[in-house]
């Protein structure tokens, strides 16, 4: 069983940074895609950034070109990194992740942007 732990979650002001951090264990194939979600108060889990195994990324139109998503070289840990936060950035982000045709999440971790 995959265990995706999320790190780096919390309060920012407008305008602020924050990089979340992810790490995956226990998996018995090698992990493929990952990626963040986030899921705001009162609305659908919504894509965030994704990067496969081989580095191809993805991004909300959100989030372009004030976020960067990066994989370690061990390739089980994903990071995410994100500038100019606005208060409509405010939800839970959860970590992602691909294995063989399973796919595995976090358990979300806060972030609140304040005006």
């Known amino acids: 069983q995959v265990q995706l732990v999320e790190s780096g979650g919390g309060l920012v002001q407008a305008g602020g940074s924050l990089r979340l951090s992810c790490a995956a264990s226990?998996?018995?194939?090698?992990?493929?895609?990952m990626g963040w979600y986030r899921q705001a108060p009162g609305k659908e889990r919504e894509l965030v950034a994704t990067?496969?195994?081989?580095?191809?990324?993805n991004y909300a139109d959100s989030v372009k070109g004030r976020s960067t998503i990066s994989r370690g070289n061990a390739k089980n840990t994903v990071d995410l990194q994100m500038n100019s936060l606005k208060p409509e950035d405010t939800a839970v982000y959860y970590c992602?992740?691909?294995?063989?045709?399973?796919?595995?999440w976090g358990k979300g971790t806060l972030v609140t942007v304040s005006s």
């Open positions: 992602h992740a691909a294995a063989s045709i399973m796919y595995y």
């Open positions: 990067i496969t195994s081989g580095g191809r990324t």
């Open positions: 226990g998996s018995r194939f090698s992990i493929n895609a």
